[in-house]
């Protein structure tokens, strides 16, 4: 791989393709991990036949009124969406790490995607400054830590 | 003539003693009787005793006839049975060697069977231990396989994390990069220069 002559923007983008492997679709162990949390979240672990009490009670306990991101009221956009902050797509041994859970409106969801954590505070510094300390605020340290591991 | 000397005469004339007592019975030999006299007194005794014993002979022939016919009714009878007898004899025997017959054919056919299952039991015997020894080197490459399986599973959990781990060292980089440009863009002109050098030196190390 010769990476002299690439512009920064193309080193940075080789680095994403690299970094954004799917790796719930590499080993039948990481489908599994990936997997578990739609066991949790959803009745027969299909999202069409409707949400656990278990993972309703979760949201109850871990949740206000309010998006920890937009601030606004969840009945304003379109209701309460548990997110992994590590998408588990990416992290699947995260799927089931509660530190990793979080409740945010669909709205912030969709905006989030499957961005890696840096690149969402990159991301809502550049197009929401406004809102980037809320999420700053939200950064999951211990598990990024727990890659070193 | 004395008793003696009459009953010696009689047996003579081929009586039995016990007759000839019987039928002197009669007669006192006291009076010491003649031949003449003796011969009358026998004469009456054989006529009656002669006819007795004649009742009594057709009496035990017509007992006798009856016997006889039993028996040949049961001589019937035994020979009816004994026909039977034989005839089911001779078709028992006959089934029997059929019987025989089969089954010696059968215990042929199970000996050749007893050899054929001996010499494939002992074609398992050698398959079985020659398993055996493969089964014991594949339990050992097995196991040679799941220490690197496992070996391989641990490598892998760490890659996994030091790719994620990399990249949101470049996704902080970036980060603070743009942090810092933003930072950059707040200085006056104459001082962007300055903070730039600053800036680079930092990122340079």
Same mark, same amino acid.
């Given at each position: 791989?010769?990476?002299?002559?690439?512009?920064?923007?193309?080193?940075?983008?080789?680095?994403?393709?690299?970094?954004?492997?799917?790796?719930?679709?590499?080993?039948?162990?990481?489908?599994?991990?990936?997997?578990?949390?739609?066991?949790?979240?959803?009745?027969?672990?299909?999202?069409?036949?409707?949400?656990?009490?278990?993972?309703?009670?979760?949201?109850?306990?871990?949740?206000?009124?309010?998006?920890?991101?937009?601030?606004?009221?969840?009945?304003?956009?379109?209701?309460?969406?548990?997110?992994?902050?590590?998408?588990?797509?990416?992290?699947?041994? +995260?799927?089931?790490?509660?530190?990793? +859970?979080?409740?945010?409106?669909?709205?912030?969801?969709?905006?989030?995607?499957?961005?890696?954590?840096?690149?969402?505070?990159?991301?809502?510094?550049?197009?929401?400054?406004?809102?980037?300390?809320?999420?700053?605020?939200?950064?999951?340290?211990?598990? +990024?830590?727990? +890659?070193?591991? | 003539?004395?008793?003696?000397?009459?009953?010696?005469?009689?047996?003579?004339?081929?009586?039995?003693?016990?007759?000839?007592?019987?039928?002197?019975? @009669?007669?006192?030999?006291?009076?010491?009787?003649?031949?003449?006299?003796?011969?009358?007194?026998?004469?009456?005794?054989?006529?009656?005793?002669?006819?007795?014993?004649?009742?009594?002979?057709?009496?035990?022939?017509? #007992?006798?006839?009856?016997?006889?016919?039993?028996?040949?009714?049961?001589?019937?009878?035994?020979?009816?049975?004994?026909?039977?007898?034989? #005839?089911?004899?001779?078709?028992?025997?006959?089934?029997?060697?059929?019987? %025989?017959?089969?089954?010696?054919?059968?215990?042929?056919?199970? !000996?050749?069977?007893?050899?054929? %299952?001996?010499?494939?039991?002992?074609?398992?015997?050698?398959?079985?231990?020659?398993?055996?020894?493969?089964? #014991?080197?594949?339990?050992?490459?097995?196991?040679?396989?799941?220490?690197?399986?496992?070996?391989?599973?641990?490598?892998?959990?760490?890659?996994?994390?030091?790719?994620?781990? %990399? !990249?949101?060292? @470049?996704?902080?980089?970036?980060? !603070?990069?743009?942090?810092?440009?933003?930072?950059?863009?707040?200085?006056?002109?104459?001082?962007?220069?300055?903070?730039?050098? !600053? %800036?680079?030196?930092?990122?340079?190390?």
């Amino acid at each position: 791989m010769n990476l002299n002559d690439r512009e920064l923007k193309e080193l940075f983008e080789l680095a994403d393709k690299i970094g954004k492997k799917r790796y719930h679709k590499l080993t039948e162990q990481d489908f599994e991990n990936y997997k578990k949390f739609d066991y949790w979240r959803y009745i027969n672990g299909d999202g069409e036949c409707g949400t656990t009490q278990e993972s309703k009670d979760w949201v109850e306990k871990h949740s206000n009124w309010y998006c920890p991101i937009c601030g606004k009221n969840y009945s304003a956009t379109n209701g309460k969406t548990i997110d992994h902050k590590l998408p588990r797509a990416q992290y699947p041994w +995260l799927a089931m790490n509660f530190m990793n +859970l979080w409740v945010i409106c669909q709205a912030c969801n969709k905006d989030k995607g499957e961005k890696h954590w840096y690149e969402y505070e990159h991301y809502m510094f550049v197009h929401h400054p406004e809102l980037y300390l809320a999420v700053k605020a939200a950064r999951p340290s211990q598990l +990024l830590e727990s +890659l070193k591991d | 003539m004395k008793r003696s000397e009459a009953i010696k005469l009689l047996e003579s004339e081929a009586w039995t003693k016990a007759d000839a007592i019987r039928a002197l019975e @009669v007669i006192d030999f006291n009076n010491n009787p003649d031949e003449l006299t003796i011969r009358r007194a026998i004469s009456n005794f054989a006529g009656s005793e002669l006819s007795h014993r004649q009742r009594l002979q057709a009496a035990q022939k017509g #007992q006798v006839t009856k016997k006889n016919k039993e028996i040949e009714q049961i001589h019937k009878e035994y020979d009816v049975k004994i026909t039977r007898y034989k #005839q089911e004899l001779k078709q028992a025997r006959e089934r029997n060697e059929t019987e %025989l017959h089969n089954l010696t054919a059968v215990n042929n056919e199970l !000996k050749a069977e007893v050899r054929r %299952l001996s010499l494939n039991n002992d074609q398992l015997k050698k398959d079985n231990i020659s398993l055996k020894e493969k089964l #014991q080197n594949l339990t050992i490459a097995n196991k040679d396989l799941d220490a690197k399986l496992t070996n391989t599973n641990l490598v892998n959990e760490q890659l996994k994390k030091d790719n994620k781990d %990399l !990249k949101n060292v @470049v996704d902080a980089i970036k980060l !603070k990069l743009a942090i810092e440009v933003n930072q950059l863009l707040k200085y006056e002109d104459s001082e962007i220069r300055k903070a730039l050098i !600053k %800036l680079f030196n930092s990122t340079l190390g």
